[in-house]
């Protein structure tokens, strides 16, 4: 009996229906990005110094530039590979008094400035910066400076216990409907963000979120290959991560003209919510529709496929429906990615390299954020590097496979976050290189293990499977 891609071969592959599909859910796969790593631009840590009260009334009072202030009033720098004391520490000294000089405010206090006592910061910071982020409005600096850590850490637990329950959602109840839900929720709980009233409220929607916004895209990517033909099917996968990358662009851009991290958050919230109408624009899978038994839909839509390509119905959509596929399970089952020993080896190596994966990216795009002269060009060069990433994938494949990529792609991005231990900071431009070559490599590493993922396991678990070995 002729199996769906057979029927695919004749109502056309790759033809206007897909090609609308899948320009359609690229959208949804550049908006993902700024959630993902949304962090480097709204959790930035500007330069900043102890806020100490008179200090800025002497420093009008005799005329200083920034630089005297900080010379006068301000710590001097620390050891080598510390941060300064002026960030943390301010002189325990009362600036109100009228005693203290323009020329030297403290030679009168001590012989040595070293002698005077330093104390924390506890009338808060001052910010150099024109904008605002997380950092900057619940003070996450010195002492508190963990919490930065810990508001990424709570979008990445999210996404663990998340790939727990949208992967069974997306293989038990459709693909559409996964996409839907989860788009609808992440959009509502990316604008409580924005609004959000204190850091606690903060990290909860940000757990929340994480939950579920990854749900949509791994829908959409799963949609994307099961509406396309066999000889597309790897090319359109690569390109609906490639999408990832130019909501990376984009958010450069965007966090460039918006440096307010609230207006930022909703810039890049509000959007989602236009997904919403992929209702009417994206149908449901036919192949889950298939392995659910449900065969009256499947014939809809494989007409729906034909007439939008051009191409006549097919008389044995019936014989299809009815024959393929005759022995997948109804439901999906955690159990079942580990059913065979084959199964269980891929499933453990999948989980493996996805952590790895997970860990480098977004560790060397923390690099660039913590290190960067400009954050938002440094931002954009590292992004522009998925580019060739993509292309060096669409090239090789074919002539190389997937192992041989995957393992050189490895030993790239490993060689080039080993190297970078040994750089020192004051060469940046070299910094920036070797993260790039990195984020080349790892970001190959994570286009094959989507392809991977989606080839290995049927139709009834692939998103169980998708998610479930992204536990990151």
Known sequence: MPTVDDILEQVGEFGWFQKQVFLTLCLLSAAFAPL???????????????????????SRRCGWSLAEELNYTAPGPGAAGEASPHQCRRYEVDWNQSALSCADPLAGLAANRSHLPLGPCRHGWVYETPGSSIVTEFNLVCDDSW???????????????????????ADRFGRKFCLLATTLTSAVLGVLTAVAPDYTSLLLFRLLQGLVSKGSWTSGYILITEFMGLGHRRTVAILYQAAF???????????????????????????????????????????WLLSQKRNAQVMKIMGHIARKNGKLPLVDLKMLSLEEDVTEKLSPSFADLFRTPQLRKHTFILMYLWFTSSVLYQGLIMHVGATGANLYLDFLYSALVEFPAAFII???????????????????????????????????????????????GITIVFQIVCLVNAELYPTFVSVLALTVSRLE
């Not at 919490?147 to 959602?169: H, P, R």
């Not at 790239?412 to 984020?439: E, P």
């Open 36 to 58: 993902y790593v949304g962090i480097v631009f709204l959790a930035f840590t500007p330069d900043h110094r102890c806020l100490s009260p008179g200090v800025a009334e002497l």
């Open 147 to 169: 919490k930065v850590d810990l508001f990424q850490s709570c979008v990445n637990v999210g996404f663990f216990l998340g790939s727990l329950g949208v992967g069974y959602i």
């Open 245 to 287: 990358t130019v909501g990376l662009v984009l958010l450069s851009g965007v966090a460039y003209a918006i440096p307010h991290w609230r207006w930022l958050q909703l810039a890049i919230s509000l959007p989602i919510f236009l997904f919403l109408f992929y209702y009417w624009c994206v149908p449901e899978s036919p192949r």
């Open 394 to 440: 669409l090239v090789t494949i074919d002539r190389c496979g997937l192992i041989r990529p995957l393992a050189l792609s490895n030993l790239v991005a490993g060689a080039a976050c080993f190297a970078m231990v040994f750089i020192s900071h004051d060469l940046h431009w070299l910094n920036i290189t070797v993260a790039c070559i990195g984020r080349m």
